[in-house]
């Protein structure tokens, strides 16, 4: 008669991008749009902060900026938001 064991494994088998690096997961930068930890192949970084290209957005529409973006104030803006010439709070009555 065959005795059959089971195996419980002491460690996942699927190890983070982190583990495969040997990087600490407090050295693994955080995107400013969305909080995460940027584990993606490209990180941006724009204004000193990181950014998922997905999360690199203009201030005032929300269009992706994948080529150019402008910055005022701590934002970032597209080309057209940026060369508005109302600037938000300074319109006149």
Known sequence: MMQSTAVIPTESPVKSLPDILGVPMQQVPQCA???QHILDKFILKVLDRHWH???LKCADCQAPLADKCFSRAGNVYCK????????KGTDQI
């Open 53 to 55: 290209s997905k999360c």
């Open 33 to 35: 749009g969305c909080s």
């Open 80 to 87: 057209d938001d940026f060369f508005k010439t109302k600037k």
